[in-house]
Nanobody, 129 residues
Framework: QVQLVESGGGLVQPGGSLRLSCVAS????????LGWFRQAPGKEREFVSA????????FYADSVKGRFTISRDNAKNTVYLQMNSLKYEDTAVFYC??????????????????????WGQGTQVTVSS
């Protein structure tokens, strides 16, 4: 059983920064792509970013490109999401998730929530003045 635990959310002013962390259990952490998704009130869950097992490939939603950076530390079974220049519209619950298989992944597949089989409980990010 894989468990994912997010942390690092909170209240931040527009233009501020936060770093989210997601710690995963399991010995095969480094084999899997990990992704970040978010869900704002009244909206569907949407893709934010993903990173392959090796960390060599990363994917971003257009709405966060240039502001968010995903990274991972396989020695710590942890994936990070550095969020800079936060905007009101970034307010959401952020979830990390593990891709369904340790296979080659395309940007299209990385953005599909249905392709992720394990999810964390989420961490709230609120951008407000």
């Amino acid at each position: 059983q894989v468990q994912l635990v997010e942390s690092g959310g909170g209240l931040v002013q527009p233009g501020g920064s936060l770093r989210l962390s997601c710690v995963a259990s399991g010995r095969t952490f480094s084999s899997y792509t990990l992704g970040w998704f978010r869900q704002a009130p009244g909206k569907e869950r949407e893709f934010v970013s993903a990173i392959t097992g090796s960390g060599r490939s990363t994917f971003y939603a257009d709405s966060v490109k240039g502001r968010f950076t995903i990274s991972r530390d396989n020695a710590k079974n942890t994936v990070y999401l550095q969020m800079n220049s936060l905007k009101y519209e970034d307010t959401a619950v952020f979830y990390c998730a593990r891709y369904v298989s340790p296979s080659i992944i395309s940007p299209t597949l990385a953005a599909m929530a249905a392709k992720y089989d394990y999810w964390g409980q989420g961490t709230q990010v609120t951008v407000s003045s």
